[in-house]
């Protein structure tokens, strides 16, 4: 703070001891004078702090030791006279706060440190006089401590305002409210309110919660306080009219005192968790389309009435939308989709809002009718429902003109559980869906009887299938004109190996609705190639082969022209050998497409044939654009065509009809000569039937060749 060279101060402007041009320091060399400084001396000697004394104006007239070190000052000398002034505040003079017994401020030592102090003024009287004691302590650390202190609160506190939490210290005390002598920020962003109104009013907090919830939460709290363990708490508020939260807590507790508990806790916003959890719980019992209840909420639903002690009787009404996988593979999944959501508004609208209503699969609707006396009451209501249906759905641009089909089955008569009411229903609705699509059905037992016999039949067809038990019998095609044969078509026959021969007619209905009728064809078709091939080796004439495939394989064109290819190169068979026998109803369903997949069919070298021809409805348009071979009249015209003029006029229109597209014609049924000699006078061109021969195995078609049936005898 000094020099050798007198300098003081230089940076507070103090002035040279040796220039004074203000005159402020005047020095009198009286006996009083020295026996103040004396005083002063032995007053401040002996205080450990640093002190200063003044005068009335501020001049220091003592300093003792510890003022010297703090001031980094060797003599006190060159404080003496000095105005304090001149420490604290620059040009100003005297204390700076003179009226305060305390004050905190800072000065600038010599080295340029600033010191930050703080000043305690006393009033001294020395001789009459008054003077000021000032002890100035040194506080740079507990003040750079403070604020340290200061900015990690400040920090602390940001980070936990800005945390999705919200800290809190919870007291019980012995009078049974609880309060809360700190919450963080972050309560304003959970509860809409400053942590400052709710510490002054803890109710606001509760009176947020139900009366209920308020209940169960104090009994909480108190359970804890009793028992010393951790509150781990949710429960539900309402912010205002139209929103509510969800709030978690999980705090500690700990003793404050004899009959008090302090609670250190955090509390955070679940409601999202929620809004999540009550949306899986609506997605896990409603369908998310239609936002009807699913099937498990239908089972719920239904078990919940089955416990009822009174025991009231209800019915499952099934319904389902009949082909529906047409208007998906015509028009595509979304308006399919979006038909079954039409109609699912529809059925809700006529049924109204006490009627249970569910959508249990995709095409399927469960109606849960529980006001009814007898079943001619349920009849009536399906009925009214069914009537209601035939209207068409706007489904974006177009008008779907769609049926629907029921299955009912009524509680306790048709089954004795959820499972089983429901099972009833589904096996009457595919009976209406078989028998009467746009009706319903009720549940007998004779269904289930069936159903369980097709399900038998089912697993034994696809062991079949595994054992290769599929063969083709032959039966020859007779030319009319020269009596030999001039083809064949193979059949399908089971070999069971318990039952014997069983014929198509038993296992095919089954297979088409098990969706087997490919693999059964497929397996069959592979069998007749291997069979012509042989009889070729064996120099046997090549006959051509007529094979029957079903629709679903033609609707498959890719597929088809890949069996095809496979079979044909496995076996080594030529492709015009085999003729393809496709029935009227499966070509006429998209005709184009049946065009492409023939004249596909055709360049790879395998013919087709119409089978069943006249039981349709074949447009003339596309029939004479088809690339076909043969016309085979169905068996039902042949049967009494020797009787009846009507069948005799259909099958002469026939022949006609295929003479003049250039394709031949065959009737299949032929069991008498009669019948035989009509269609050799009306000019058809081949026939088949049990007059020549049965559908034989291979081993008993090869006796039949070279035969010539130039006059067929009854026999």
Same mark, same amino acid.
């Given at each position: ?253 700990? /003793? ?171 096996? /009457? ?60 078509? /193979? ?144 068996? /039902? ?79």
């Amino acid at each position: 703070m000094t020099d050798k060279s007198g300098a003081v101060f230089e940076d507070a402007k103090l002035i040279n001891r040796g220039h004074d041009p203000c005159s402020e320091k005047k020095i009198v060399n009286t006996q009083d004078t020295l026996l103040i400084e004396q005083e002063c001396e032995r007053l401040i000697s002996a205080l450990s702090d640093p002190a200063l004394v003044t005068d009335s104006s501020g001049r220091m007239v003592g300093a003792n030791a510890a003022a010297l070190r703090l001031f980094n000052i060797q003599d006190h000398s060159y404080l003496i006279d000095l105005n304090v002034g001149y420490l604290f505040q620059g040009e100003k003079k005297g204390w700076p706060f003179l009226d305060r017994p305390k004050f905190q401020s800072s000065i600038k030592a010599q080295n340029g440190r600033f010191i930050q102090v703080e000043v305690s003024l006393s009033p001294l009287n020395l001789r009459d006089q008054s003077f000021h004691l000032g002890i100035v302590r040194d506080i740079t650390q507990f003040v750079l401590l403070r604020k340290a202190l200061h900015d990690a609160e400040t920090r602390l506190g940001e980070m936990v305002g800005n945390l999705p939490i919200t800290l809190f210290q919870m007291i019980l005390p012995e009078t049974g409210e609880v309060s809360f002598p700190y919450i963080s920020t972050g309560v304003a962003g959970l509860m809409g309110m400053d942590s400052e109104g709710l510490m002054e009013n803890p109710n606001v907090f509760l009176n947020l919660a139900s009366d209920q919830e308020k209940r169960r939460l104090l009994r909480r709290i108190k359970k804890s306080a009793i028992n010393k363990t951790p509150l781990d708490e949710e429960f539900s508020i309402r912010l205002n009219e139209h929103t509510s939260a969800w709030i978690r807590f999980f705090a500690n507790p700990r /003793a404050l005192g004899p009959d008090s508990v302090v609670w250190d806790g955090a509390a955070i916003d679940v409601s999202a968790q929620h809004m999540l959890d009550e949306r899986m719980r609506y997605l896990a019992y409603h369908d998310e389309s239609t936002h009807l209840p699913n099937r498990l909420a239908m089972e719920e639903h239904l078990t919940d009435l089955f416990n009822k002690e009174e025991g009231a009787g209800f019915a499952v009404l099934a319904l389902a939308i009949d082909r529906l996988d047409l208007v998906n593979d015509t028009l595509g999944s979304e308006t399919a989709d979006q038909l079954v959501v039409h109609v699912a508004e529809h059925l809700a609208n006529c049924l109204g809002e006490n009627t249970f209503l569910a959508h249990p699969r995709a095409e399927t609707y469960c109606i849960v009718l529980t006001s009814f006396t007898s079943d001619s009451e349920i009849a009536a209501l399906a009925d009214n429902l069914l009537k209601s249906m035939k209207i068409p759905f706007e489904v974006g641009t177009r008008r779907l003109d769609v049926s629907i089909s029921m299955g009912i089955s009524v509680s306790h008569r048709d089954g004795l559980d959820a499972a089983a009411l429901m099972m009833n229903a589904d096996t /009457a609705l595919r009976r209406a869906h078989l028998t009467s699509p746009g009706g319903y059905r009720f549940y007998v037992e004779e269904m289930n009887t069936r159903a369980l016999r097709v399900l038998a039949y089912e697993n034994r067809l696809r062991k079949a299938l595994v054992n290769n038990e599929f063969v083709p019998f032959f039966q020859p095609l007779i030319d009319v004109k020269t009596g030999k044969i001039a083809g064949m078509e /193979a059949l399908a026959r089971w070999k069971h190996p318990r039952l014997g021969l069983v014929g198509p007619g038993e296992f095919i209905p089954v297979a088409e609705e098990a969706g087997l009728i490919g693999d059964i064809c497929h397996q069959v078709l592979y069998q007749t190639c291997v069979t012509a091939k042989k009889w070729i080796d064996l120099g046997y004439d090549p006959v051509p082969l007529a094979v029957n495939i079903s629709w679903r394989q033609f609707a498959q064109p890719e597929r088809l022209m890949a069996l095809m290819s496979d079979v044909l190169k496995e076996t080594g068979l030529p492709p015009e050998m085999i003729e393809l026998e496709l029935t009227e109803s499966s070509v006429m369903e998209e005709p184009d497409s049946a065009i492409r997949t023939l004249n596909d069919l055709r360049e790879f070298g395998v013919m087709a044939s119409i089978d069943d021809f006249g039981t349709g409805y074949s447009s003339l348009a596309y029939l004479k654009r088809l690339p076909i071979s043969k016309l085979k009249i169905d068996r /039902a015209f042949i049967h009494e065509v020797t009787v009846n003029e009507r069948d005799a006029a259909i099958v002469d229109t026939i022949i006609m009809l295929a003479r003049a597209l250039n394709l031949k014609t065959v009737a299949e049924g032929i069991e008498t000569i009669e019948q035989y000699e009509v269609l050799k006078e009306k000019g058809c061109d081949l026939v088949q039937g049990f007059y020549f021969s049965r559908p034989v195995p291979a081993e008993d078609m090869q006796k039949l060749f070279n035969v010539v049936f130039n006059k067929p005898s009854q026999t």
